[in-house]
């Protein structure tokens, strides 16, 4: 009667989850109707500015030529007038362009969000295969990356960093104190209710990974790292004064009538031919920085968003302080916006040429930007860093947008019996509407789990890993309630052959359980969760129930949790090195009207049914 009771009551709560999780979908179907109703008004006003730019244009030749021709002196000013309106139309066009390319960018991530709601997400096209490690088989088995996996799910992560620091934390689960873990979950539920935040910063995000493209942020931050106190020679620094102070001087004469125009053009020539020699000097200070050029707007923009909220979470706050501020990182590239286009005259080879001749202009630009490496260099790498942070806790955070999630407590390995207790437990990659829950409440030592094809052995084993590495990481999960020790996890579940190598499908198998009992061996003292699916299934039934009850008593000493996943009711009879039975949970088909169904649903025991002949059946076979 209780369990029917609970049965009944967590299906209701499921019909509430789902109903938000309907609304908060619509609240991104409603913005994305916004952005779109944005972009139509943006597009009108960009083809009205494209259109009276051309006509200015157009107007302002045929006056000026008018004027200059025939004198007319109304034609001229009238041109040069339009010619005023025609820079200004370029000016207001191209921010116009700016915000129609930057609405397009939001319209892509509201659009992602949609697809989370449902099982469109596979189709994102960053699923973390490229961070995938020869031999990481957990994040495989229990598709923490690539195809179809976890990452590919939540990962709103545009900068290399901030890719790459989800995919580690996925793949290798640090083991975090408490404090920490409750501080990455604040950060996470704070950024969690900013959904305008979210989408701007993503949008940002994805404008910067374009400009990534063409520069590489790493060799910036080591170019700010290196040699911070280091400047220009001092023979280089005293010609930077010297020579412009003397070329504008003969100029200044000129000028004035006190000398003939030949002083100041061979001063021209003599600054012109020094700045072309001795470039190496000036690039060696300079080209690092303008490479970088293209990433700096993008940096800044996310900074300044940042910088402009004010969040509940201390640690978010502590990211947000280190970007703001008179030496803050914002700052910083905010100086190097204004350089990196005081450079980009370089583009303009006269003007470059004619500054170069009076100014020694790349050595100017290279002093400032010794003086500003030497002011913000150091700071750099920690802004960068900051904002990759940002970009993981945001990836954390989608979790608890798009499904229905709980807070899991991770407690102390010192404790005397490890035990995993969950309520209403689900795999965070099904779709809500079909997904179903489970309860567990399950001890250390062995636990066998029975039941026939199909009935979710196996899904249920990835629900629960999953589910811990999120817990571990100090993300949301998907449960009501999920407590657990941290324990080191080995999976052997997707185990395939390898034919170049000459490794069957059993011997890669024993290899997998192999390192499991090599991990124990050397670490007697860490508890570790050992999930291993269908046991040695690539050999005959005699053998495996032997070589399986070896393995796994011998991978259940200590405080340790091995979960295995079988089809050999033999093996649910097994006793742990200490004497402890094997603790049985199974999965049950029944069937409607011939047909055979499924609840989905672990009940405590061994499994008394099978299934295979109505599998066959139903594939067309006569059994």
Same mark, same amino acid.
């Given at each position: 009667?209780?369990?029917?009771?609970?049965?009944?009551?967590?299906?209701?709560?499921?019909?509430?989850?789902?109903?938000?999780?309907?609304?908060?979908?619509?609240?991104?179907?409603?913005?994305?109707?916004?952005?779109?109703?944005?972009?139509?008004?943006?597009?009108?006003?960009?083809?009205?500015?494209?259109?009276?730019?051309?006509?200015?244009?157009?107007?302002?030749?045929?006056?000026?030529?008018?004027?200059?021709?025939?004198?007319?002196?109304?034609?001229?000013? !009238?041109?040069?007038?339009?010619?005023?309106?025609?820079?200004?139309?370029?000016?207001?066009?191209?921010?116009?362009?700016?915000?129609?390319?930057?609405?397009?960018?939001?319209?892509?991530?509201?659009?992602?969000?949609?697809?989370?709601?449902?099982?469109?997400?596979?189709?994102?096209?960053?699923?973390?295969?490229?961070?995938?490690?020869?031999?990481?088989?957990?994040?495989? *088995?229990? *598709?923490?990356? =690539?195809?179809?996996?976890?990452?590919?799910?939540?990962?709103?992560?545009?900068?290399?960093?901030?890719?790459?620091?989800?995919? $580690?934390?996925?793949?290798?689960?640090?083991?975090?104190?408490?404090?920490?873990?409750? $501080?990455?979950?604040?950060?996470?539920?704070?950024?969690?209710? +900013?959904?305008?935040?979210?989408?701007?910063?993503?949008?940002?995000?994805?404008?910067?990974?374009?400009?990534?493209?063409?520069?590489?942020?790493?060799?910036?931050?080591?170019?700010?790292?290196?040699?911070?106190?280091?400047?220009?020679?001092?023979?280089?620094?005293?010609?930077?004064?010297?020579?412009?102070?003397?070329?504008?001087?003969?100029?200044?004469?000129?000028?004035?009538?006190?000398? =003939?125009?030949?002083?100041?053009?061979?001063?021209?020539?003599?600054?012109?031919?020094?700045?072309?020699?001795?470039?190496?000097?000036? /690039?060696?200070?300079?080209?690092?920085?303008?490479?970088?050029?293209?990433?700096?707007?993008?940096?800044?923009?996310?900074?300044?968003?940042?910088? =402009?909220?004010?969040?509940?979470?201390?640690?978010?706050?502590?990211?947000?302080?280190?970007?703001?501020?008179?030496?803050?990182?914002?700052?910083?590239?905010?100086?190097?916006?204004?350089?990196?286009?005081?450079?980009?005259?370089?583009?303009?080879?006269?003007?470059?040429?004619?500054?170069?001749?009076?100014?020694?202009?790349?050595?100017?630009?290279?002093?400032?930007?010794?003086?500003?490496?030497?002011?913000?260099?150091?700071?750099?790498?920690?802004?960068? *860093?900051?904002?990759?942070?940002?970009?993981?806790?945001?990836? !954390?955070?989608?979790? &608890?947008?798009?499904?229905?999630?709980?807070?899991?407590?991770?407690?102390?390995?010192?404790?005397?019996?490890?035990?995993?207790?969950?309520?209403?437990?689900?795999?965070?990659?099904?779709?809500?509407?079909?997904?179903?829950?489970?309860?567990?409440?399950?001890?250390?030592?062995?636990?066998?789990?029975?039941?026939?094809?199909?009935?979710?052995?196996?899904?249920?084993? +990835?629900?629960?890993?999953?589910? !811990?590495?999120?817990?571990?990481?100090?993300?949301?999960?998907?449960?009501?309630?999920? &407590?657990?020790?941290?324990?080191?996890?080995?999976?052997?579940?997707?185990?395939? /052959?390898?034919?170049?190598?000459?490794?069957?499908?059993?011997?890669?198998?024993?290899?997998?359980?192999?390192?499991?009992?090599?991990?124990?061996?050397?670490?007697? /003292?860490?508890?570790?969760?050992?999930?291993?699916?269908?046991?040695?299934?690539?050999?005959?039934?005699?053998? +495996?129930?032997?070589?399986?009850?070896?393995?796994?008593?011998?991978?259940?000493?200590?405080?340790?949790?091995?979960?295995?996943?079988?089809? *050999?009711?033999? !093996?649910?009879?097994?006793?742990?090195?200490?004497?402890?039975?094997?603790?049985?949970?199974?999965?049950?088909?029944?069937?409607?009207?011939?047909?055979?169904?499924? /609840?989905?649903?672990?009940?405590?025991?061994?499994?008394?049914?099978?299934?295979?002949?109505?599998?066959?059946?139903?594939? =067309?076979? &006569?059994?």
């Amino acid at each position: 009667m209780n369990k029917a009771l609970n049965k009944e009551m967590n299906d209701e709560l499921h019909m509430e989850s789902n109903r938000k999780k309907n609304v908060e979908r619509i609240d991104f179907e409603n913005m994305r109707l916004e952005i779109d109703k944005t972009c139509v008004g943006l597009d009108r006003i960009y083809n009205t500015l494209s259109a009276a730019r051309a006509m200015v244009f157009l107007a302002a030749i045929v006056c000026l030529a008018i004027g200059l021709k025939d004198g007319v002196l109304p034609a001229t000013i !009238l041109g040069i007038v339009l010619v005023v309106a025609f820079i200004a139309l370029v000016s207001v066009h191209s921010r116009v362009a700016q915000k129609k390319d930057f609405a397009e960018q939001k319209k892509k991530v509201v659009s992602r969000y949609i697809s989370r709601y449902d099982e469109s997400w596979r189709g994102i096209s960053d699923d973390g295969s490229q961070y995938i490690l020869e031999g990481d088989t957990v994040s495989v *088995d229990i *598709d923490l990356l =690539g195809p179809s996996s976890l990452y590919q799910l939540i990962n709103v992560a545009h900068t290399e960093a901030g890719r790459k620091r989800l995919a $580690e934390e996925l793949r290798n689960v640090p083991e975090y104190s408490k404090d920490e873990l409750d $501080e990455r979950r604040a950060a996470v539920a704070d950024l969690s209710n +900013r959904i305008d935040f979210a989408v701007e910063f993503e949008a940002l995000g994805e404008k910067l990974e374009k400009a990534s493209k063409k520069s590489n942020i790493a060799s910036f931050v080591e170019a700010c790292e290196e040699g911070v106190n280091e400047g220009l020679p001092v023979w280089a620094q005293l010609c930077r004064i010297l020579l412009p102070v003397a070329e504008l001087t003969f100029i200044l004469l000129f000028a004035f009538g006190l000398t =003939g125009y030949g002083y100041a053009l061979v001063g021209f020539m003599v600054l012109l031919a020094f700045s072309w020699l001795t470039k190496p000097v000036t /690039d060696r200070q300079t080209v690092p920085f303008v490479t970088a050029g293209y990433m700096i707007e993008g940096y800044r923009d996310m900074m300044e968003l940042v910088a =402009g909220q004010q969040f509940d979470s201390g640690k978010l706050n502590t990211l947000r302080q280190s970007m703001d501020g008179e030496q803050g990182a914002l700052n910083a590239f905010r100086g190097l916006g204004r350089l990196s286009q005081a450079y980009s005259i370089v583009f303009n080879p006269l003007i470059h040429q004619v500054l170069c001749g009076v100014l020694l202009w790349d050595y100017q630009l290279a002093a400032i930007m010794c003086r500003w490496k030497r002011r913000y260099g150091e700071g750099i790498a920690q802004a960068v *860093d900051a904002i990759s942070e940002i970009e993981f806790i945001s990836s !954390l955070a989608v979790l &608890k947008r798009v499904r229905h999630t709980g807070t899991a407590e991770v407690y102390s390995t010192e404790a005397s019996a490890l035990c995993v207790a969950a309520k209403n437990l689900r795999h965070p990659l099904i779709d809500e509407s079909r997904v179903v829950g489970n309860d567990a409440d399950m001890a250390e030592g062995i636990i066998i789990i029975t039941g026939s094809n199909m009935s979710g052995k196996t899904t249920f084993l +990835r629900t629960l890993a999953m589910n !811990l590495v999120l817990a571990y990481i100090g993300a949301p999960v998907c449960a009501d309630s999920l &407590k657990a020790p941290y324990m080191k996890l080995f999976t052997s579940m997707r185990i395939t /052959d390898d034919v170049a190598h000459g490794i069957s499908t059993f011997y890669a198998e024993i290899l997998r359980i192999k390192a499991m009992a090599e991990y124990r061996e050397k670490y007697p /003292d860490r508890p570790m969760l050992c999930m291993i699916d269908e046991i040695f299934k690539g050999t005959n039934s005699a053998d +495996r129930i032997v070589g399986a009850g070896e393995a796994i008593r011998r991978l259940a000493t200590g405080h340790n949790m091995v979960m295995v996943s079988t089809h *050999d009711f033999e !093996l649910c009879e097994l006793e742990s090195s200490s004497g402890e039975k094997a603790s049985n949970y199974h999965f049950e088909e029944h069937y409607e009207d011939d047909r055979l169904c499924f /609840d989905y649903r672990m009940k405590e025991g061994r499994c008394t049914t099978t299934n295979a002949r109505a599998i066959l059946r139903m594939a =067309g076979f &006569k059994v």
